[in-house]
């Protein structure tokens, strides 16, 4: 990296927004088809202040998985802080999470959209590492205090299905729990559980 460069997350939302614009019709593609055997499909209930809850600073405690799929019980603890910011009155934000342990250190960025026709939210994921937006989408929604989202993604090759969930929400603490399966979602094997505390 260049020394003179400086991260400008303001220009970064920018960029992403604009490509979340050009390929929302093949990610919404994509997500539906992992919904398939997820569930339903939206309901008509306003979740665009679905992510209010998570304005602001917390203490992340973060257990992953290191090698996903592959019969591994091998997992890392990390530690650190994550900071969530409103964008459009609360439909849309920009999430920071710095986690670290003695050999590991994980910063990624997380953007939020909200859809109003189909109330459904997108998360899109990016890690400081590699410098690349994830694609596609986790698309899905809240229902009943507990959020959950999906995409089919390759990973090693293979196409998977992923999903986000959401839960224990209240005022000072909630969980989120990555989880993939290969096997059209009748499994799941979460490989990123996070705990967040204010």
Request: net charge negative.
């Amino acid at each position: 990296m260049h020394a003179s460069y400086r991260f400008n997350p303001h220009l970064f939302l920018a960029f992403v927004l604009m490509i979340g614009w050009a390929i929302s019709g093949s990610a919404q593609t994509k997500a539906d088809l992992a919904r398939t055997s997820a569930g339903p499909t939206a309901d008509s209930r306003d979740g665009q202040h679905d992510f209010d809850f998570e304005f602001g600073s917390w203490k992340v405690q973060l257990k992953r998985l290191l090698h996903p799929l592959a019969s591994s019980n091998s997992w890392v603890e990390l530690d650190g802080t994550s900071i969530v910011r409103k964008v459009w009155d609360g439909r849309a934000n920009l999430g920071e999470l710095d986690v670290t342990n003695g050999d590991s250190h994980i910063e990624g960025l997380s953007l939020r959209l909200y859809n109003p026709q189909t109330h459904e939210w997108s998360i899109y994921w990016a890690n400081r590492r590699d410098g690349n937006l994830g694609m596609p989408p986790m698309i899905g929604q809240f229902r009943n205090g507990r959020g959950e989202f999906f995409d089919q993604e390759l990973f090693n090759g293979a196409s998977i299905q992923a999903r986000f969930i959401f839960s224990d929400v209240s005022p000072t603490s909630f969980r989120l729990e990555q989880a993939f399966s290969a096997d059209g979602g009748k499994t799941w094997e979460p490989n990123w559980i996070a705990n967040f505390r204010r």
